[in-house]
């Protein structure tokens, strides 16, 4: 599986030091969260820019939780300004995914609808 998000994109967006190993697998998780949310809206087109910022706002939740865990987390580098809750921040980005995917997936079915009239 192609990840949505390159690697190299991520890294250089985020300034991660995680192996590449660690990066590909959050990367793989954030596709296949993206995939969830469309299944879960009938699987409607998206476009690619879509699918591609959503899935790097499901790493970025990703990676800000799993440096919340291992106890690394530095708001400095996770680019997020507010120092306090990790857990808003965490699902501030999943819910601007789903928020992305929904909207498209809302704006296309009225382009059907009318399409279809």
Known sequence: MVARVDRDDFIALTGTSLSTTIVDKLLE??????????????NPSISESTLYDASMLFAKAMLADLCRLDGTFDVSTNGYSHKGNTESM??????????IIKNEARVNAVWLQKANR
């Open 29 to 42: 998780a954030a596709d296949r969260a993206v995939n969830t949310e469309t299944e879960r809206l009938g």
């Open 90 to 99: 965490i699902t501030g980005y999943r819910d601007e995914a789903k928020s």
